[in-house]
């Protein structure tokens, strides 16, 4: 939904509410899109490995349970 920036600062409170339900509202200044009004978003943690990172330890190694000696002052 298009509105003007006009429209947008009168009625900031119901443009801010369907931006909230999943609406795009594309706030518009001399007829032209100015910014947009969307839903506010936590930024998706990264999980890719690092690139140019090697692994010390083998799949294997990683997943092998512990063995008490391993673990001083943990029991």
Do not use: Y
């Amino acid at each position: 939904m298009q509105v003007a920036v006009r429209d947008a600062k009168a009625k900031l409170s119901q443009f801010g509410d369907l931006a909230h339900n999943g609406e795009v509202v594309v706030v518009c200044k001399n007829g032209k899109p100015w910014f947009d009004m969307v839903p506010h978003m936590k930024p998706k943690r990264k999980t890719a490995p690092l690139q140019g990172i090697k692994p010390v330890l083998s799949a294997a190694e990683a997943i092998e349970p512990l063995d008490s000696k391993d673990l001083p002052g943990w029991s």
